[in-house]
């Protein structure tokens, strides 16, 4: 019998810590097969966030946003972008030309049956947020941080950098930073690459449609991604906020997420 008891004991245990290891979120199958690891937490009005180049869902949760949209009573989804975190890491130009990422967003809006939502994205989180706004209706205000105007040209020298270095090119010194980053890091770095070959621009005609209310939120030592006074003005009726930081760190503070949520009410 005591032998008995100890089996059961140790099988409820390793039960129990198989539990505890298991991640909080869970996997959708996005258009084209992909996987798509994310997290959905609160029972408000939904947000989704949508996280930077080389970042992942986690990211969020060092920040202040993620905990101030909780308490405020927000449905706060957040995601692993494909070709990140525990999401699928496509290795082909198919897995992320044609707005693959935007349509990652929109299939899983899809998926929990959301009708409307507003989304946040930073860095490079943003050049896909601005994809949503102009292909998903469903889209009814939004917020990009850490982002000028630069993205909006479909050569925009830095990323096409970025890429090559990624691919190996070694004259190309603009990107060093990000590729010591990078370097120091287990990414995958040919999923990296191909995401930035196929990183989306939103054109000027395309900004000058938008209805819904947008945020532009600045670091007041973020130099990275060009001027996004200018990117203000390409947006009919947004709204600009600056914070302190660079960009790095801005879209960690009080003063962001404090904008957002002013924004968002």
């Not at 032998?3 to 129990?16: E, G, T, V």
């Not at 060092?62 to 699928?88: C, E, F, M, T």
């Not at 003005?233 to 930081?245: L, Q």
Request: aromatic content about 8%.
């Amino acid at each position: 019998m005591k032998r008995i008891l100890s089996a059961l004991i140790i099988a409820l245990s390793c039960s129990f810590s198989l539990f505890a290891q298991q991640p909080e979120g869970t996997f959708f199958t996005s258009f084209d097969g992909t996987k798509i690891y994310y997290e959905v937490k609160g029972e408000g009005y939904p947000v989704i966030l949508v996280h930077g180049f080389t970042g992942t869902s986690q990211g969020w949760k060092h920040g202040s946003l993620y905990p101030a949209l909780l308490k405020a009573g927000y449905k706060v989804v957040i995601l692993d972008q494909r070709g990140n975190g525990q999401s699928d890491k496509p290795h082909t130009d198919a897995g992320y030309n044609n707005d693959a990422e935007a349509k990652d967003v929109m299939g899983l809006a899809t998926s929990l049956g959301l009708k409307k939502y507003a989304v946040v994205g930073y860095s490079r989180g943003s050049i896909i947020t601005s994809r949503l706004v102009v292909l998903d209706k469903r889209v009814n205000k939004a917020v990009m941080g850490g982002m000028g105007a630069d993205y909006t040209n479909p050569e925009w020298p830095r990323r096409i950098h970025a890429y090559k270095a990624l691919m190996g090119d070694t004259t190309i010194h603009d990107v060093d930073d990000m590729m010591v980053w990078i370097r120091k890091n287990n990414f995958d770095n040919l999923a990296l690459a191909y995401q930035q070959k196929h990183q989306p621009s939103t054109s000027k005609h395309e900004l000058a449609k938008v209805k819904i209310p947008v945020l532009l939120i600045d670091g007041t030592e973020d130099t990275t991604n060009g001027d996004v006074s200018i990117l203000q003005k390409m947006i009919p009726g947004s709204k600009m906020v600056s914070v302190p930081g660079n960009h790095n760190s801005a879209g960690n503070t009080i003063q962001f997420s404090s904008a957002i949520l002013d924004f968002l009410k």
